[in-house]
Antibody, heavy 122, light 106 residues
Framework: QVQLVESGGGVVQPGRSLRLSCAVSGFTFSNYGMHWVRQAPGKGLEWVAVISYDGNNKYYGDSVKGRFTISRDNSKTTLYLQMNSLRPEDTAVYYC???????????????WGQGTMVTVSS | SYELTQPPSVSVSPGQTATITCSGDELGDKYVSWYQQRPGQSPVLVIHEDFKRPSGIPERISGSNSGKTATLTISGTQAMDEADYYCQAWDSSTVIFGGGTKVTVL
């Protein structure tokens, strides 16, 4: 069955970096766009970034633009989120999610992982 | 920037109908998706492209979208429907989520 497993979360000091990974199985990873979404404790969902199936198109939310980078390795069926210059307000559970659409564009976030917690604190 | 507005909470009695709204400028011109998030769990897609249900989502969950308002309707509400619900749309190549609505089944 489809599985998305995030890893790489933890406690990090403000200003430092962290890289999250999302290992995927159960579907043809190279055919689908992928998203990162985060949720601060007790708060709602905040979209972070999306990458197209081939990695050629990337879009970011305003709050992370210029600090975070989304990437993928289709040979390893893994999605990444490089997070630099971390701030306390980046503290959240980070989810990866598979897009619904096959290759052409983006639509809904069809399948979600279980999330990984990132805490930015001194 | 584009915003989607949802009521913070909705209460419903078991067996009754819960209606959750999501409003935004010219929202009817966009596709709206809805996600259910039960406590301690990851979100689950329940409606996409305004009214389409993924496999495994019961027929008593339905969606519509027109004008400035999208609506998620849960008919014959059950205890298992108690959750947070988020609407979502695309605007200028970015994903926008509504603030979420907590549905309480009394």
């Amino acid at each position: 069955q489809v599985q998305l497993v995030e890893s790489g979360g933890g406690v990090v000091q403000p200003g430092r970096s962290l890289r999250l990974s999302c290992a995927v199985s159960g579907f043809t990873f190279s055919n689908y766009g992928m998203h990162w979404v985060r949720q601060a404790p007790g708060k709602g969902l905040e979209w972070v970034a999306v990458i197209s199936y081939d990695g050629n198109n990337k879009y970011y939310g305003d709050s992370v633009k210029g600090r975070f980078t989304i990437s993928r390795d289709n040979s390893k069926t893994t999605l990444y989120l490089q997070m630099n210059s971390l701030r306390p307000e980046d503290t959240a559970v980070y989810y990866c999610a598979k897009d619904l659409l096959l290759r052409t564009g983006f639509d809904a976030l069809e399948i979600w992982g279980q999330g990984t917690m990132v805490t930015v604190s001194s | 920037s584009y915003e989607l507005t949802q009521p913070p909470s909705v209460s419903v009695s078991p067996g009754q109908t819960a209606t959750i709204t999501c409003s935004g400028d010219e929202l009817g011109d966009k596709y709206v998706s809805w996600y259910q998030q039960r406590p301690g769990q990851s979100p689950v897609l329940v409606i996409h492209e305004d009214f389409k249900r993924p496999s495994g989502i019961p027929e008593r969950i339905s969606g519509s979208n027109s004008g400035k308002t999208a609506t998620l309707t849960i008919s014959g509400t059950q205890a298992m429907d108690e959750a947070d619900y988020y609407c979502q749309a695309w605007d200028s190549s970015t994903v926008i989520f509504g603030g979420g609505t907590k549905v309480t089944v009394l």
